[in-house]
């Protein structure tokens, strides 16, 4: 079997080991070793094969590989080689398709088997074309990159021409002309779309749609005579307002039922302190952890009901922690004794004049004047008010306003007064009243409130 050594040959094994190349390197009547050997058309992973001849189910002899010195044309073609379990991918491989352009001597003729050129063994110019530095390929078990395995499945050529010329984007910006465009878009759009744009730069509340739309108007409450300025509320319910006549009945048929005064300064002053702590910055501002900017608040009580619900907002609000000082215009007024004795628990500041009290505050609830044809005056006060400059809160103020004192926020009870515009934004607090109070002065009524304790009063436009 020496003769045969160096001879390139092509074994068919059976089928689960496939079909072998190689040159042989040593041979007996037991097995065949080859060298530099492919399995199915790739490279074994050893260097050396050998084969047993119970496998081999056919054997051909190509050439020798010494005398394999003629010339021949090759075809380069590049293949990327697939993963294969089993086995590792070193690099891409290329396949030459040889035809021998003379017949080696002491041969009879016939074609060249295909021969497998690896890359690893090949310095030619038309390989290392496809080698450069992008998307490697992790080799398993050796922890090496290898590089050009993606450069072949990708772009199938080497990238070897550049662009010559930059591109002019001024020129061809040049070529569309945008604001024959634009015109011939803003003709085709509806008229509201064009308003709305024209709007575009408006600033709107949180409360405002930018398209502008009328709120719905729609009555649920009616009073036996309609003579003074109606109200509407965020939702569009029409509030009309009372004549102080007609309140005082209806207080006078709630005190007769049950609804006593001592309940009702309790919710007027529940609605107020809900109104003074949203003033103040609600949970931001009385928050345990900003001590350092924590609220005062001064009350001013003046010697009627209003004083002694004021007194009352007085209390809750220093149960919430807020600072509160107190000014008194008197002490010995029946009406806000019962209040006076339940504040003076809370050890909050009482003063009776009015150069005791703070110079700077953050919010400033009156309660000095009653509903009267010529409510009284006080000029120091409106003075010291002037001069804090922080929000005032009225409570039930006259409709004509506290003389001297322009307040930014007025709590009104149950159902407005024909107030003028002295007394800042409206809102109406909701006392609890059952229907049948209403009913038996001659009003109609439905409640207005919803899910809300105090509900704001915008002036109708037709009033």
Same mark, same amino acid.
């Given at each position: 079997?020496?003769?045969?050594?160096?001879?390139?040959?092509?074994?068919?094994?059976?089928?689960?080991?496939?079909?072998?190349?190689?040159?042989?390197?040593?041979?007996?009547?037991?097995?065949?070793?080859?060298?530099?050997?492919?399995?199915?058309?790739?490279?074994?992973?050893?260097?050396?094969?050998?084969?047993?001849?119970?496998?081999?189910?056919?054997?051909?002899?190509?050439?020798?590989?010494?005398?394999?010195?003629?010339?021949?044309?090759?075809?380069?073609?590049?293949?990327?080689?697939?993963?294969?379990?089993?086995?590792?991918?070193?690099?891409?491989?290329?396949?030459?398709?040889?035809?021998?352009?003379?017949?080696?001597?002491?041969?009879?003729?016939?074609?060249?088997?295909?021969?497998?050129?690896?890359?690893?063994?090949?310095?030619?110019?038309?390989?290392?074309?496809?080698?450069?530095?992008?998307?490697?390929?992790?080799?398993?078990?050796?922890?090496?990159?290898?590089?050009?395995?993606?450069?072949?499945?990708?772009?199938?050529?080497?990238?070897?021409?550049?662009?010559?010329?930059?591109?002019?984007?001024?020129?061809?910006?040049?070529?569309?002309?945008?604001?024959?465009?634009?015109?011939?878009?803003?003709?085709?759009?509806?008229?509201?779309?064009?308003?709305?744009?024209?709007?575009?730069?408006?600033?709107?509340?949180?409360?405002?749609?930018?398209?502008?739309?009328?709120?719905?108007?729609?009555?649920?409450?009616?009073?036996?005579?309609?003579?003074?300025?109606?109200?509407?509320?965020?939702?569009?319910?029409?509030?009309?307002?009372?004549?102080?006549?007609?309140?005082?009945?209806?207080?006078?048929?709630?005190?007769?039922?049950?609804?006593?005064?001592?309940?009702?300064?309790?919710?007027?002053?529940?609605?107020?302190?809900?109104?003074?702590?949203?003033?103040?910055?609600?949970?931001?501002?009385?928050?345990?952890?900003?001590?350092?900017?924590?609220?005062? %608040? !001064?009350?001013?009580? =003046?010697?009627?009901?209003?004083?002694?619900?004021? &007194?009352?907002? /007085?209390?809750?609000?220093? *149960?919430?922690?807020?600072?509160?000082?107190?000014?008194?215009?008197?002490?010995?007024?029946?009406?806000?004794?019962?209040?006076?004795?339940?504040?003076?628990?809370?050890?909050?500041? %009482? !003063?009776?004049?009015? =150069?005791?009290?703070?110079?700077?505050?953050?919010? &400033?609830?009156? /309660?000095?004047?009653?509903? *009267?044809?010529?409510?009284?005056?006080?000029?120091?006060?409106?003075?010291?008010?002037?001069?804090?400059?922080?929000?005032v809160l009225a409570l039930d103020p006259p409709t004509i306003g506290t003389p001297g004192i322009s307040p930014k926020f007025s709590l009104l009870p149950v159902l407005p007064l024909p107030h003028?515009?002295?007394?800042?934004?409206?809102?109406?607090?909701?006392?609890?009243?059952?229907?049948?109070?209403?009913?038996?002065?001659?009003?109609?009524?439905?409640?207005?409130?919803?899910?809300?304790?105090?509900?704001?009063?915008?002036?109708?436009?037709?009033?």
């Amino acid at each position: 079997m020496a003769q045969w050594i160096g001879y390139m040959v092509s074994i068919k094994c059976r089928e689960e080991l496939g079909i072998f190349q190689g040159e042989i390197k040593a041979a007996t009547n037991q097995q065949i070793t080859l060298t530099k050997a492919f399995c199915n058309g790739f490279p074994c992973e050893h260097n050396e094969v050998r084969i047993r001849a119970c496998d081999i189910l056919d054997l051909k002899l190509i050439d020798k590989q010494s005398e394999m010195t003629q010339q021949h044309s090759t075809v380069t073609i590049a293949k990327p080689i697939a993963k294969r379990a089993g086995r590792t991918q070193s690099a891409s491989e290329n396949i030459a398709v040889a035809s021998s352009s003379s017949k080696p001597s002491g041969s009879q003729t016939r074609s060249k088997p295909i021969d497998i050129v690896d890359v690893r063994q090949n310095g030619s110019d038309q390989v290392n074309s496809f080698k450069n530095n992008t998307p490697n390929k992790r080799e398993k078990g050796k922890g090496k990159w290898i590089k050009g395995w993606k450069d072949e499945e990708c772009f199938g050529s080497p990238l070897d021409h550049s662009i010559s010329k930059d591109f002019d984007f001024e020129k061809n910006l040049a070529l569309f002309n945008k604001r024959a465009l634009w015109d011939e878009l803003n003709a085709q759009r509806p008229d509201f779309v064009k308003n709305a744009e024209n709007k575009k730069n408006a600033k709107y509340r949180h409360d405002e749609n930018v398209i502008a739309t009328m709120p719905t108007a729609y009555r649920q409450i009616e009073v036996p005579k309609q003579d003074f300025c109606e109200y509407v509320t965020d939702d569009g319910l029409i509030i009309p307002s009372i004549s102080r006549t007609l309140r005082t009945k209806l207080f006078e048929a709630a005190e007769r039922l049950g609804l006593t005064w001592e309940k009702r300064v309790e919710l007027m002053g529940r609605a107020a302190t809900e109104i003074s702590i949203q003033l103040l910055g609600g949970g931001h501002r009385l928050n345990p952890q900003n001590t350092h900017q924590w609220p005062t %608040v !001064v009350i001013l009580a =003046g010697p009627y009901k209003q004083g002694a619900i004021s &007194i009352n907002a /007085g209390r809750q609000l220093a *149960s919430h922690g807020v600072r509160i000082v107190l000014y008194l215009m008197s002490t010995e007024v029946p009406i806000l004794k019962k209040e006076l004795s339940l504040y003076m628990l809370t050890k909050n500041r %009482v !003063v009776t004049n009015i =150069g005791d009290l703070p110079n700077v505050s953050d919010l &400033i609830i009156v /309660g000095l004047c009653e509903e *009267s044809d010529s409510p009284r005056r006080y000029p120091g006060m409106a003075q010291w008010i002037n001069k804090n400059k922080a929000p005032v809160l009225a409570l039930d103020p006259p409709t004509i306003g506290t003389p001297g004192i322009s307040p930014k926020f007025s709590l009104l009870p149950v159902l407005p007064l024909p107030h003028s515009s002295n007394n800042g934004k409206l809102y109406l607090c909701n006392l609890g009243f059952p229907v049948d109070i209403f009913n038996e002065v001659g009003i109609k009524y439905k409640s207005p409130f919803g899910p809300k304790f105090v509900i704001p009063l915008h002036p109708k436009e037709d009033c």
